[in-house]
C-alpha cells in the first residue's frame, strides 16, 4: 500500500513570493510563513490592489491544492531594521519595536491578526538590532500568548544572543560562524533549527553552506530538533520538496527516518499544559493535508540516492481524499 504521512511541512517560506498552488504536486502539503504575509493582505499596509492581489495569490487556487498554513505576520525589528530595507520585503511587512514598553503591542498586534509563531530579525549587517531587552520582551510577550518565537540571526554573536534570549527557533541554521560545542549542546536541549541549508549556494559550494552543515551536523548529534524549511521565495529555490536540501541534510548525518521525521513534525508550538488551544490554532485550524509516496521505499537502509528518489516523488493531497481506513494507519 501506497505510505501515506502528514502533510509535509515546510517550515520557513514566503507566501508573498511564490504560487502556493504548486507546492503540492511536489510534495508540500504545510507551510510555515515566517514573515511578510498575512491571509487577507492585512497587518502589511499595502495598497487595496495589492491587498486583492495578495488575497488571490493566497486563496484563489483550488483548495485541494491550497497547503495547510500557519504565519509568523509582520518581523518584529529594531526600527531600519532588518528587513525594511530590503528591495523583496513588502510594504509593512515589518513591525518596528524601539524599546521594551513597545514589545508587547507589537506581539499582539501578530496574535489579533492569527499568527501561530512570533519572527523576529538579528542582523547588524542590514540595519539596527534588537537589543537584549527588547529581545526579552518579546519573548517574553509571545510566551504569554503560548507562540514560540523564530529568529533570523545573523552575523556574529546574533545567534548566542537569540539563544540567551529564549528564541525557542532559528529560522535559519546558523550560518555566520562556527559555533562552540558547548553552545550546541545548550542549543540542542531546548531549541528547534529550520535546515535552509540549500539557499546557501543553491548547490554551489560556499562558506556559509559548509558553516551551516557543520553546526547542524553537531546540532542533531547532540539531540536538536531540526524542521525541514527552505526559505522558499527568496532565491532560485524549486517550489516544493528540494532535492539538494534532502541530500543536505543526509549530509549532515541525519538518516532517512530523521528526514521524514523533520518533515512530519507539528508545526512549531509552545506546549498548553493543560490549556486550551489558543486563538491562532484555532482560528488557522483548516482541513488537513496528507503526503503520499507512490512506490516502494528502498529497503537497504543506506541507500541513501535511492531513499531520496523516491521521496521526491511525494504529492500532497486534502486528507479528505482518502479512505477512513487509511487515516487510520496513519495515526496508529
Ligand atoms: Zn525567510
Redesign the pocket.
Known amino acids: 500500500m501506497t505510505p501515506v504521512f502528514p502533510g509535509f511541512l515546510d517550515a520557513?517560506?514566503?507566501l508573498a513570493l511564490i504560487d502556493p498552488a504548486r507546492l503540492a504536486g511536489a510534495g508540500i502539503g504545510r507551510v510555515l510563513d515566517?514573515?511578510?504575509w498575512a491571509p487577507d493582505g492585512r497587518l502589511l499596509g499595502g495598497t487595496a490592489d495589492e491587498q486583492a492581489a495578495e488575497q488571490a495569490a493566497g486563496t484563489a487556487a483550488p483548495s485541494g491544492l491550497q497547503p495547510e498554513t500557519r504565519f509568523a505576520g509582520q518581523f518584529l525589528t529594531a526600527p531600519g531594521g532588518y528587513p525594511s530595507r530590503q528591495a523583496w520585503a513588502p510594504p509593512g511587512s515589518s513591525c518596528p519595536v524601539a524599546s521594551p514598553g513597545d514589545a508587547a503591542a507589537a506581539v499582539a498586534r501578530q496574535a489579533d491578526a492569527g499568527a501561530a509563531v512570533i519572527k523576529v530579525t538579528l542582523n547588524p549587517m542590514a540595519g539596527p538590532v534588537l537589543n537584549a531587552d527588547t529581545l526579552a520582551a518579546i519573548v517574553a510577550a509571545a510566551q504569554e500568548r503560548l507562540l514560540p518565537v523564530a529568529a533570523?540571526a545573523e552575523g556574529p554573536g546574533q545567534a548566542a544572543a537569540a539563544f540567551r534570549a529564549g528564541v525557542n527557533l532559528f529560522?535559519?541554521t546558523p550560518f555566520s560562524q562556527r559555533l562552540p560545542d558547548d553552545a550546541i549542546t545548550a542549543m540542542a536541549a531546548r531549541m528547534t533549527w529550520i535546515s535552509?541549508l540549500d539557499i546557501h549556494g543553491w548547490g554551489q559550494p560556499t562558506a556559509a553552506f559548509s558553516t551551516a552543515s557543520d553546526n547542524l551536523a553537531r546540532f542533531h548529534a547532540a539531540g536538536g530538533r531540526v524542521l525541514y524549511g527552505t526559505?522558499l521565495?527568496?532565491g532560485p529555490l524549486p517550489v516544493g520538496l528540494n532535492r539538494r536540501e534532502i541530500e543536505a541534510l543526509l549530509a549532515c548525518g541525519l538518516s532517512p527516518d530523521d528526514v521524514l521525521a523533520a518533515l512530519t513534525a507539528d508545526f512549531p508550538h509552545v506546549p498548553a499544559g493543560g490549556r486550551a488551544a489558543s486563538a491562532a490554532e484555532a482560528s488557522t485550524a483548516a482541513p488537513g493535508r496528507v503526503t503520499v509516496i507512490p512506490g516502494d521505499r528502498p529497503t537497504d537502509p543506506n541507500d541513501l540516492t535511492g531513499f531520496t528518489d523516491w521521496l521526491l516523488g511525494a504529492r500532497s493531497l486534502p486528507a479528505s481524499v482518502l479512505p477512513r481506513t487509511e487515516l487510520e494507519d496513519l495515526t496508529s
Open positions: 520557513h517560506v514566503h515566517l514573515g511578510g533570523h529560522a535559519h535552509t526559505d521565495g527568496n
